[in-house]
């Protein structure tokens, strides 16, 4: 098992920052995969970002790339979501996932956290 809990969310104003945090604890952390999703209210829940278990690879949603960056700190079992330039439509509930395998659809995610809300006002 791996336990994920987010924290970092809060209201911003558009063109404002943000830097979620994922701490992890359970199963040893650089063995997993570590993902971000976001759930926007009436909408599925979507891809946003991953990173790989040694950090060498980055994958990112076409709606957040350039604008986000996930990094990882194994050392510290934590991810992190830099989100910059924000708009009103990345008003969301933001979720910490892990997985053995870097994905970006929901389906087959291992471990989830209980999200934490992003809230950006125009």
């Known amino acids: 098992q791996v336990q994920l809990v987010e924290s970092g969310g809060g209201l911003v104003q558009a063109g404002g920052s943000l830097r979620l945090s994922c701490a992890a604890s359970?199963?040893?952390?650089?063995?997993?995969?570590m993902h971000w999703f976001r759930q926007a209210p009436g909408k599925e829940r979507e891809f946003a970002a991953a990173i790989s278990w040694t950090g060498g690879r980055t994958v990112y949603a076409d709606s957040v790339k350039g604008r986000f960056t996930i990094a990882r700190d194994n050392a510290k079992n934590t991810v992190y979501l830099e989100m910059k330039s924000l708009k009103p439509e990345d008003t969301a509930v933001y979720y910490c996932?892990?997985?053995?395998?870097?994905?970006?659809?929901?389906?087959?995610?291992?471990?989830w956290g209980q999200g934490t809300q992003v809230t950006v006002s125009s």
């Open positions: 359970g199963r040893t952390f650089r063995n997993y995969a």
């Open positions: 996932a892990a997985d053995t395998i870097l994905r970006t659809e929901v389906s087959g995610i291992k471990y």
